[in-house]
């Protein structure tokens, strides 16, 4: 009888420590959830598209382009 007392207690803590983990984790997986909808949100307002970032590379180089031409222009003279 003394072993079923000490069986029943010690499945007791083992489903009990097994409980929290899993409660952790989902608690930790629904928390990630909700963070990462807030950064999918953010995205659009914060961070620059692709397609924006190409255009404003093509208008620098364009930019650069002429300023070589014009100093190559000057350096023949």
Known sequence: MDYQILFNASAAIAFTLAGWII????DAVEKLKVDMLDLERQMHSKYVQKD???EDVKEIKDMLAAIFKRLEQ????
């Open 52 to 54: 924006d970032y190409r």
């Open 74 to 77: 000057k350096q023949d003279k």
């Open 23 to 26: 409660r952790s984790v989902y």
